[in-house]
Nanobody
């Protein structure tokens, strides 16, 4: 059984920064991909950023240059540093762990960017 616990969401003004963290526990195998997805009201559930266990990263075009994903394999944690936040970054952000056995999700954390 896998559990993902997220932290770090909140309210921030446009142009500000937030850092999201996610800790995975349980049957977390060493070869995996961890990432963040987001869903705004009325919109699709979209990939924000992902990182493989060997450090390869993938970003949505809309966040390139502003967001940075990182991970600590020893602690099974993944972080998302979000800078220069925009109103359109407002969404519920979900931590994702992708294993060969399937996808696991955190409960979601709200990020609200105000003007």
């Amino acid at each position: 059984q896998v559990q993902l616990v997220e932290s770090g969401g909140g309210l921030v003004q446009a142009g500000g920064s937030l850092r999201l963290s996610c800790a995975a526990s349980g049957s977390v195998f060493s070869v995996n991909t961890m990432g963040w997805y987001r869903q705004a009201p009325g919109k699709e559930h979209d990939l924000v950023a992902a990182i493989t266990s060997n450090g390869r990263t993938n970003y949505a075009d809309s966040v390139k240059g502003r967001f940075t994903i990182s991970r600590d394999n020893a602690k099974n944690t993944v972080n998302l540093q979000m800078n220069s936040l925009k109103l359109e970054d407002t969404a519920v952000y979900y931590c994702n762990l992708r294993l060969l056995s399937g996808d696991y999700w955190g409960q979601g954390t709200q990020v609200t960017v105000s003007s």
